[in-house]
């Protein structure tokens, strides 16, 4: 792999808080649950988040890791224990929302490089990751018709979190 360019380094400390996040809402999820599905399908995701991280990890320079990493960890934590607290249909949601959002900020990142071809490695990883988000977000929309009223709002606060939480790890 070629060495990030300059200007992709923020959104490759967003990606790596970003998988950081995801890896610990499952580790979230699987602390608490005891639905067998959702034991299922945590684990599954965890392993496919896991070896996200590990490549991001790869080559992203550890000094430009974002410096609030203890708290994407936290914060993932709760986005999974909060909702598995609260239901099955609880949790799809999150993923369905979290999922959505990710796919959107990895599809940004490629229309951002998709142009210039000496970037054709990073877009084919970028797109690589973005595919297994889609294939989780298609997953976990499977497991619900309609969301009621809280968990709608659910998915809102964790849309405007994870948007937040990327603003904030652009930059520190
Ligand atoms: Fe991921
Ligand atoms: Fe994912």
């Not at 990895?106 to 142009?115: E, G, H, T």
């Amino acid at each position: 792999m070629n060495k990030i360019p300059n200007f992709l380094i923020p959104y490759f400390r967003t990606n790596h808080a970003g998988e950081t996040g995801a890896v610990f809402i499952y580790k979230g999820i699987l602390a608490i649950s005891k639905n067998k599905d959702i034991i299922e399908f945590s684990k599954r995701h965890l392993q496919t988040e896991s070896d996200h991280l590990k490549i991001i990890t790869e080559i992203l320079p550890e000094k430009h890791h974002s410096k609030l990493v203890f708290l994407w960890k936290i914060l993932g934590f709760i986005t999974g224990f909060f909702p598995a607290l609260c239901g099955d249909k609880f949790i799809y949601a999150t993923i369905f929302a979290v999922e959505s959002f990710v796919e959107e900020h990895y599809q940004d990142q490629i229309n951002l490089i998709s142009k210039d071809k000496k970037y054709e490695e990073i877009k084919h990883l970028i797109k690589k990751l973005m595919d297994d988000e889609v294939d989780h977000k298609n997953e976990a929309h499977e497991k619900f018709k309609n969301l009621n009223f809280f968990q709608r709002f659910w998915s809102t606060v964790v849309r405007k979190g994870s948007s937040f939480a990327v603003k904030v790890s652009m930059v520190v």
